[in-house]
T-cell receptor, first 114, second 111 residues
Framework: DTAVSQTPKYLVTQMGNDKSIKCEQN?????MYWYKQDSKKFLKIMFS???????INETVPNRFSPKSPDKAHLNLHINSLELGDSAVYFC?????????????FGSGTQLSVL | QKEVEQDPGPLSVPEGAIVSLNCTYS??????FMWYRQYSRKGPELLMY????GNKEDGRFTAQVDKSSKYISLFIRDSQPSDSATYLC???????????FGAGTRLFVKA
């Protein structure tokens, strides 16, 4: 069974559209994240949820709205898509080890905005 | 200046070589230091995890942390073509929940 699964794997859409990416983890972790990886492979945190509560919200346009219906799921909804939103979006989960976390990533969603 | 600096490469080595990958950082609050490996079109996977300064060895991989110099390294011995991937250093401080990544170094091991 896949530990962290996200769908869809590929998403091609037009500028101005609204789209969602879904993520589920079966590791029993309390914390889930969304990361964005740009074309240069730079991985940057967007959001972090702990037990369904938002705890990190980096400087991300408010067109991006995460939702966590329960601690095993974290979805990302993006309104009014722009060309610059094209990237790979990774969901991750962790169970903090003391105060440092080991991250488990999904396989990514390649978003292409045309 | 970025919090974590990592040379993106690419780094190309022959099979069997010893590979050295490095990162520097500026935030002295970082206490946990990780290396992730990312194959093409896959998510990063945790390779090494260390706390504070010192060395950690796991098979062909050795992670070193020098907090006084704010410098971390990953060594790969007897490199194999299957080690070809992007290696990302990562670190976090106390309080958890926020890991900062380096830009990743792309490694090619030629057979």
């Amino acid at each position: 069974d896949t530990a962290v699964s996200q769908t869809p794997k590929y998403l091609v859409t037009q500028m101005g559209n609204d789209k969602s990416i879904k993520c589920e983890q079966n590791l029993g972790h309390d914390t889930m994240y969304w990361y964005k990886q740009d074309s240069k492979k730079f991985l940057k945190i967007m959001f972090s949820y702990n037990n369904k509560e938002l705890i990190i919200n980096e400087t991300v346009p408010n067109r991006f709205s995460p939702k966590s219906p329960d601690k095993a799921h974290l979805n990302l909804h993006i309104n009014s898509l722009e060309l610059g939103d094209s990237a790979v979006y990774f969901c991750a989960s962790s169970q903090p080890q003391g105060t440092g976390e080991k991250l488990f990533f999904g396989s990514g969603t390649q978003l292409s905005v045309l | 200046q970025k919090e974590v600096e990592q040379d993106p490469g690419p780094l190309s080595v022959p099979e069997g070589a010893i590979v050295s990958l490095n990162c520097t950082y500026s935030n002295s609050a970082f206490q946990y230091f990780m290396w992730y490996r990312q194959y093409s079109r896959k998510g990063p996977e945790l390779l090494m995890y260390t706390y504070s300064s010192g060395n950690k060895e796991d098979g062909r991989f050795t992670a070193q942390v020098d907090k006084s110099s704010k410098y971390i390294s990953l060594f790969i011995r007897d490199s194999q073509p299957s080690d070809s991937a992007t290696y990302l250093c990562a670190m976090s401080g106390t309080g958890g929940f926020k890991t900062i990544f380096g830009a990743g170094t792309r490694l090619f091991v030629k057979a």
